[in-house]
Structures are given as C-alpha cells and as structure tokens.
C-alpha cells in the first residue's frame, strides 16, 4: 500500500527565508504525489500535484516541488516565506483511486 | 460552481447520542471521500463511494460508524451511539474520475461530543 511520511511536524521560518517541506512516499507503482494546504478552519486546499509529466512542479502562491525517484521523496520549497503562508500542509499519494495524507507539517513564518 | 457543502459546521451532542453529518459534492464528481481528522491520528480515510457505491470502508473505525450515498448529489456519515473519541473534524471531498485529479474538500464538520 501507497504511503507517505513527513518530516517534521513544525517548521518555523522568517519572513523571507527559503521554506523546505519534507515529504517521502512508499509505493510499488508510479506514485501521483500532491501538496495541500490548510488554513485554520478550512478544509485543504491543492498547492500542486505531480502526475508523472515534468519532475518539477510549480503550484499556486510560489511553491514548487522536486519529484525525485532515486530518492523516493516530493519536498516543497517556496524561495521566500510570506506571512500568509503560515498554514498547516499535507504531501499525499494516491496510486489506486484513493488518496492518503501525511501527518502534516505546521509551518510557522516569524516576522 | 459551487464547492463541496458540508454540514453542520459544529455540532456538540452527549456521549450515547446519534449524530448524522451530510456531504453534497461537487456536481459531476465521480468519487465521494469521508476523512476525519484529529491531532492525535491525523487525516484519515474512513470511507470512499464510486458513482454511489462504497468502494473500501475499511477505515471506518468500529459498527457504530456507517455511510450512505443514496445518489450522486448527497452522502451521509452516521455515528450511532457517539463517544468522546469520535470528537474530530470530519470533511468530506469529492473528485472526479481520474485518480491524477485533485480531491475538493468541504470544509469540514467539527463534532464534539461530551
């Protein structure tokens, strides 16, 4: 079964420093790999997805993401924390049809 | 278009009573999801309906949680009798055929239960 572990459950950045979310996936098939976002009280909103096309994915407000094979990992980085960006994100799998979510990482941005 | 509608929003009941929460997708979506979420376990995924039919429950916790998608419009989540444990925000996502497609969440039903 697909699977995917985060690590670090709180990253805390300044504002305008790199921001790097670690995530590494476990399948035995080509895995569709995706980064969401939850702000306070909200459901989860997709950043990006990889879905075996381009290894690099751009997504929505700056963030990026690095498929890497040999390293089985997905992370997420954003060159230059925003205030706004303090929120909680989840990586996620899905190889059959459903879709599981890592424990989440809180990022926290320090003005 | 409008977005997956969940509710309620908040629901606060008493240790032994029934709670039902209700998921409208997003109109054309294949696949409906369940997931609760808690800080203890995280998102979890209780259940998932293709055109209607359940397709894997086996993250339903225990025979006091079952879930219905009598059409493509509405799902229900039932708990019956409810515990302390259940306590947790449950959202339910809906998405389309393709499993590259994003899921669109609700957002969410937080049920406290005393």
């Given at each position: 079964a697909q699977s995917v572990t985060q690590l670090g459950s709180h990253v805390s950045v300044s504002e305008g420093a790199l921001v790097l979310l670690r995530c590494n996936y476990s399948s035995s098939v080509p895995p569709y790999l995706f980064w969401y976002v939850q702000y306070p009280n909200q459901g989860l909103q997709l950043l990006l997805k990889y879905?075996?096309?381009a290894t690099l994915v751009k997504g929505i407000n700056g963030f990026e993401a690095e498929f890497k094979k040999s390293e089985t990992s997905f992370?997420?980085?954003?060159?230059s924390a925003h205030m706004s960006d303090a929120a909680e994100?989840?990586?996620?799998?899905?190889?059959?049809?459903d879709m599981?979510?890592?424990?989440?990482?809180?990022?926290?941005?320090k003005p | 278009?409008?977005?997956?509608?969940?509710?309620?929003?908040?629901?606060?009941?008493?240790?032994?009573?029934?709670v039902t929460l209700r998921c409208k997708?997003?109109?054309?979506?294949?696949?409906?999801?369940?997931?609760?979420?808690?800080?203890?376990?995280?998102?979890?995924?209780?259940i998932y309906f293709n055109n209607n039919v359940p397709i894997d429950d086996s993250g339903m916790p225990e025979d006091r949680f079952s879930a219905k998608m009598p059409n493509a419009s509405f799902s229900t989540l039932k708990i019956q009798p409810s515990e302390p444990r259940d306590s947790a925000?449950?959202?339910?996502a809906s998405r389309r055929r393709t499993n590259t497609g994003e899921l669109f969440?609700?957002?969410?039903s937080r049920l406290t239960v005393l």
């Open positions: 879905t075996s096309a992370h997420l980085t954003k060159p994100y989840f990586c996620a799998v899905s190889v059959s049809n599981r979510f890592g424990a989440g990482t809180r990022l926290t941005v | 278009d409008a977005g997956v509608i969940q509710s309620p929003r908040h629901e606060v009941t008493e240790m032994g009573q029934e997708p997003i109109s054309g979506h294949d696949y409906l999801f369940w997931y609760r979420q808690t800080m203890m376990r995280g998102l979890e995924l209780l925000v449950y959202f339910c969440f609700g957002e969410g």
